[in-house]
């Protein structure tokens, strides 16, 4: 009985949420600046991670993970560069032909009416 009660509860909460959407995002973004829940979410993100420490586990470190060591990334960063770089030059070669190619065919086009 007690988890019908529970559920019935979550349900209207739910639908007020969507019924006065703009208020509760308005007032959650109010909320979430308050200096004392950043400080509360702080000091649970630490004491998670002190109790990840303390187990022994290494934390996950923020930030975006690398996909390589310094020096394959260094070697790896050269080959998508030189890639690069010869993608343009070839570009660079080839494009005047293409201008000269795309004018020749407007002009045969043109002197044929």
Do not use: H
Request: charged share 45%; glycine share 2%; hydrophobic share 30%.
């Amino acid at each position: 009985m007690d988890v019908d009660k529970q559920i019935r509860r979550r349900i209207a909460v739910e639908k007020w949420k969507m019924n006065n959407r703009e208020y509760y995002l308005a007032q959650k973004r109010e909320l979430s600046k308050r200096p004392s829940y950043r400080e509360k979410v702080r000091d649970r993100y630490r004491a998670k991670r002190n109790e990840l420490i303390a187990a022994g586990l290494l934390p996950k470190k923020p930030g975006r993970p690398k996909l390589y060591d310094d020096e394959e990334a260094i070697i790896r960063r050269r080959e998508i560069n030189r890639f690069a770089s010869a993608r343009y030059r070839a570009r660079k070669i080839f494009s005047p032909l293409q201008e000269k190619d795309e004018y020749e065919i407007e002009t045969t086009s043109s002197e044929r009416y």
